[in-house]
């Protein structure tokens, strides 16, 4: 297992698939509070920033492209933040 742990992308892996199940978690087990959802939406922004970084390697790409994709990440968020409570 620590041979495992030691590859930048299976620690990665791993923290997608914690993030995802602390989401489904918050999610499933409460009434969506405009806390919650914004805490859903920080959540799905790191979550945009580790895939961005480490599965489209974008460490090493032109700074514009990786900087339009994480604003791309907060727009997105941010509109699932303001049109989650649309349907209220």
Do not use: C, Q
């Amino acid at each position: 297992m620590s041979r495992f742990l030691r590859e930048p992308l299976n620690r990665s892996w791993l923290l997608l698939v914690a993030l995802t199940l602390l989401t489904t978690a918050i999610a499933e087990g409460n009434d969506l509070t405009p806390f919650l959802i914004a805490l859903i939406a920080l959540i799905v922004v790191v979550k945009g920033r580790l895939i961005i970084r480490e599965y489209m390697d974008m460490k090493t790409a032109n700074r514009w492209l990786y900087w339009a994709l994480m604003l791309y990440m907060a727009l997105f968020s941010l509109a699932m933040v303001v049109f989650s409570g649309a349907h209220r």
